[in-house]
């Protein structure tokens, strides 16, 4: 069957405001000389938990920046399977028409727990053929991709996110890049672009259907 793999953050959803208060209310009591911003957050989007540390605990000792951002993504977690984010408009009503020809997948460099809390939320374990983060797998995204699309047998893929690191991943697994342009980065080249999640709908026709 022909599928659709999505990125995470910036492609379903924007959790920005409430992460950034999450890490800020960490940081106050036990790192005050770091101070998350929207901004900083956006450049970090897209990274897994290695970049994260390297790219904002600036320096921190590695094992002090390991804990404050375990017990970051730990509150991240429970609240984000509690209340949810900022989900882009249309994207649920949109998986459910998508999923009637296409199977859909998630490959995300965010922690496992994040995804879980995700699919928690929304109930999108049923509508999700399969899923892989960097929380659960130690390859690259553009590997993960691989991975996804062997073991569902998947036949014509692509892949759409919002940066370029999502575009990177398509090219290593050799499928289409469609560039989400909503979200938080920009990219250099794709093969299809949506200004709104909806319009995943014909460009998946587009790509996928010739």
Not at 30 to 57: Q, R, V, W, Y
Not at 66 to 72: F, G, N, S, T, Y
Not at 169 to 181: C, G, H
Request: charged share 30%; net charge negative; proline share 1%.
């Amino acid at each position: 069957m022909n599928a659709i793999i999505f990125d995470l953050d910036g492609t379903l959803w924007d959790t920005s405001d409430i992460v950034v208060d999450i890490w800020n209310s960490v940081l106050k009591e036990k790192c005050p000389k770091l101070e998350m911003t929207k901004e900083i957050m956006a450049s970090l989007m897209g990274k897994n938990k290695a970049g994260f540390i390297d790219d904002f605990f600036v320096g921190v000792e590695k094992a002090q920046a390991e804990k404050l951002i375990a017990e970051i993504f730990s509150l991240e977690q429970k609240y984000l399977r509690e209340h949810g984010a900022n989900m882009y408009d249309g994207v649920i009503d949109t998986l459910n028409i998508l999923e009637e020809k296409y199977s859909l997948a998630i490959v995300s460099n965010c922690q496992s727990g994040y995804l879980d809390a995700f699919l928690t939320h929304y109930d999108l374990k049923k509508v999700l053929t399969d899923y892989e983060c960097a929380g659960s797998s130690p390859l690259s995204k553009g590997e993960n991709i691989k991975l996804v699309i062997k073991r569902n047998g998947f036949e014509k893929v692509i892949f759409v996110g919002d940066t370029k690191s999502d575009e990177n991943a398509a090219r290593e697994a050799d499928i289409p890049f469609v560039y989400a342009s909503y979200g938080f980065g920009e990219v250099d080249e794709y093969d299809g672009v949506i200004n709104s999640f909806i319009e995943i709908k014909s460009v998946a026709k587009e790509l996928l259907e010739k």
